[in-house]
């Protein structure tokens, strides 16, 4: 069944809902630990891997040499789908959950709703341990964190997309870095038909982002109101359909990424998160060809990425321990070691205009973060939307343009139909 993890994790609500009526009380700051007396554990689960998780161990290992009492354990739970099956059903047994978890707002709606989540507010405004004169967070990244307007989490790992192109093919079919859609439909079709079909010009590697930043970018806020058969939603659809149809554009399909075909040289650029830099530089070093990075031809830009959340049952000094520890992932200095050593965006300002990381080397992103992240947005947390938003709409969108010859009014209708059974399960 589509939605059988939405099922059980319903359950884990319901579960959840019939605890003492306490577990739902909102924090103050006078509720708040503000001094850590005897060594205390955090649990942090985690998806880090490779490069990511050598600087998060490093990065919490200063923490821990600065904060002797406090000990982070960082449970490594593989890959983001695990970690939410993980969450999923842990949500039935409270007590075993972790302290704070990696994952996205949409995960946590019901069990925030139930009032399960650790309203972060108090923690940051409280006047001994709350984040004073540390640089704060850049707004829409903390907004993105929020669920139903409350700061539930901090923002983690986060990432942009990003325009990766081929800068040889560029050059040999004479064209160039598109700025638009409308110039990437072109420059597409000029690299097609110059390579004699033998070369795509461009793909999109998540088709819910690029459904939801197709929508935002013609002024349309997503949500269960706005039916996928509307005059914006054809467009957005028919722009990538039509691409693929006839031949200049491509999708990911069985390779997942279009990261994939760009570095085997059978698509000529993508557009993609910028996490997608360390497998790409790779990939380009081994097939001997150069890449470059620009801004996503859209004004709106998606802030994608997992935030940290904490859950309400830990208990008081650890709830502390545990947000010290994230207003120190989010200090300028560890900032700029991990945007270095992963391949994330910052999440403070500074870091962004910082000389050391502009002149970062092996890395295009610093050049191009700023002009891309002028206008954020991000994913509406409400009822059923992850489901909805990140799920059907990958779906649709993947029936549609893996089925370029079928009927595509009969796809949008029956893609309606879905959409709108999506957002009202």
Not at 27 to 45: A, L, Q
Not at 292 to 300: H, I, L, N, T
Not at 351 to 363: H, M, Q, R
Request: hydrophobic share 35%; net charge neutral.
């Amino acid at each position: 069944m589509k939605f059988k993890k939405w099922v059980i994790f319903a359950l884990a609500v319901t579960t959840i809902a019939s605890l003492s009526a306490c577990s739902g009380k909102k924090s103050s700051s006078s509720d708040i630990v503000t001094e850590i007396k005897d060594d205390t554990t955090v649990t942090f689960w985690h998806a880090m891997n490779g490069e990511q998780e050598k600087a998060l161990t490093k990065i919490t290992e200063d923490f821990q040499k600065e904060n002797p009492k406090i000990k982070i354990k960082l449970q490594n739970q593989q890959e983001y789908k695990d970690l939410q099956a993980k969450l999923n059903s842990t949500m039935q047994t409270p007590k075993n959950l972790p302290t704070i978890t990696q994952g996205h707002p949409g995960w946590f709606y019901d069990v925030a709703k139930s009032g399960q989540m650790e309203d972060l507010t108090p923690y940051i405004e409280n006047d001994k341990i709350g984040w004073g004169d540390q640089e704060k967070i850049r707004q829409p990244l903390l907004d993105g964190a929020k669920i139903e307007d409350v700061q539930y989490g901090i923002p983690f790992n986060k990432s942009t997309e990003a325009l990766f192109y081929n800068e040889d093919m560029f050059k040999e079919y004479g064209v160039e870095v598109p700025k638009t859609l409308d110039e990437l439909k072109e420059v597409s079709k000029a690299i097609y038909q110059k390579s004699n079909g033998q070369v795509v010009g461009a793909g999109f590697d998540a088709l819910d982002i690029y459904y939801f930043l197709g929508m935002e970018n013609k002024g349309i806020e997503v949500n269960k109101d706005v039916p996928f058969d509307s005059k914006e939603s054809r467009e957005v659809v028919n722009y990538y359909a039509d691409g693929v149809k006839d031949g200049y554009f491509q999708t990911a399909g069985s390779d997942k990424y279009v990261s994939v075909p760009f570095g085997n040289k059978k698509v000529a650029m993508f557009i993609g998160s910028i996490s997608a830099e360390p497998f790409v530089a790779k990939n380009a070093a081994a097939a001997g060809y150069k890449y470059g990075m620009a801004v996503r031809p859209e004004k709106k830009n998606i802030q994608r990425g997992t935030d940290i959340y904490m859950f309400k049952n830990a208990s008081g000094s650890e709830k502390t321990a545990a947000f010290e520890y994230m207003k120190y992932l989010s200090s300028p200095k560890v900032q700029l070691y991990w945007a270095q050593k992963s391949g994330y965006m910052p999440v403070v300002e500074s870091v962004l205009e910082n000389k050391e990381y502009l002149d970062s080397k092996n890395t295009q992103i610093p050049g191009i973060l700023s002009e891309s992240t002028k206008d954020l947005v991000y994913f509406p947390v409400t009822e059923n939307s992850n489901a909805a938003l990140n799920n059907e709409v990958k779906s649709i969108m993947e029936n549609i343009l893996s089925n370029p010859k079928g009927d595509r009014e009969k796809m949008i209708q029956d893609g309606t139909k879905q959409l709108q059974a999506a957002w009202n399960q």
